[in-house]
């Protein structure tokens, strides 16, 4: 199975920019679907979106699309989940998640252990 560990979390302030990366162990990480869920405190899992294998392709959800974006780097093993305009409702643990395959991700193969975003006035 793929490893995953997110990184790049931390303290932003309302308006700023954040980074998020994602280490896969997989030596084979073209094969996977990548995407980024995000779980704010006392609600549901959030589902922001998916990058194809090639990295050609992307998928963002309505309510951060305009404002957060995806991208990988497939010779590093690295997707990377970049938000701007941060709005204090994004605050959350955000996990890096993994499909293997061509796929539509609706209940992800794997996860990583989830990095916390807190966005302040």
């Known amino acids: 199975q793929v490893q995953l560990a997110e990184s790049g979390g931390g303290l932003v302030q309302v308006g700023g920019s954040l980074r998020l990366s994602c280490a896969a162990s997989?030596?084979?990480?073209?094969?996977?679907?990548m995407g980024w869920v995000r779980q704010a405190p006392g609600k549901e899992r959030e589902f922001l979106g998916q990058i194809s294998q090639s990295g050609r392709s992307t998928y963002i959800v309505n309510s951060v699309k305009g404002r957060f974006s995806m991208s990988r780097d497939n010779a590093k093993n690295t997707v990377y989940l970049q938000m701007n305009s941060l709005k204090l409702e994004d605050t959350a643990v955000y996990y890096c998640?993994?499909?293997?395959?061509?796929?539509?991700?609706?209940?992800?193969?794997?996860w990583g252990q989830g990095t916390q975003v807190t966005v302040s006035s």
């Open positions: 998640v993994a499909s293997h395959g061509n796929v539509r991700i609706s209940r992800p193969d794997y």
């Open positions: 997989e030596s084979t990480f073209t094969e996977y679907t």
